[in-house]
């Protein structure tokens, strides 16, 4: 069983930034994902960010494109997520997942392993 833990969250005005990590245990390298879920009646989680095992491949949802970058590092098998110039509609509880064989990076239901979330609350 591979444990998840984030850590980074908090609050920040608008434009500002935060660096989410999320650390798994274990020496496996899975391939991770970020995806975050606004706490507002209706919202759905929505997928942020992937990377694979190796780090060569990263994708991100078109609306944090060019402003949050994933990494990792697998000597410590950390995954970050570097968020610059946060908007008010980045606000959400964002959780990491990691997945031992991803076929469709963007759906939740491919990855076997959940954080506990982090809370991030960017403010006008």
């Known amino acids: 069983q591979v444990q998840l833990v984030e850590s980074g969250g908090g609050l920040v005005q608008a434009g500002g930034s935060l660096r989410l990590s999320c650390e798994a245990s274990?020496?496996?390298?899975?391939?991770m994902g970020w995806f975050r879920q606004a706490q507002a009646p209706g919202k759905e989680r929505e997928f942020v960010?992937?990377?694979?095992?190796?780090?060569?491949?990263?994708l991100y949802a078109d609306s944090v494109k060019g402003r949050f970058t994933i990494s990792r590092d697998n000597a410590k098998n950390t995954v970050f997520l570097q968020m610059n110039n946060l908007k008010p509609e980045d606000t959400a509880v964002y959780y990491c997942?990691?997945?031992?064989?991803?076929?469709?990076?963007?759906?939740?239901?491919?990855?076997?392993?959940w954080g506990q979330g982090t809370q991030v609350t960017v403010s006008s």
């Open positions: 997942a990691a997945s031992s064989g991803v076929t469709n990076y963007g759906r939740g239901a491919d990855y076997e392993y």
């Open positions: 960010s992937f990377i694979s095992q190796s780090g060569v491949t990263r």
């Open positions: 274990g020496r496996t390298i899975y391939a």
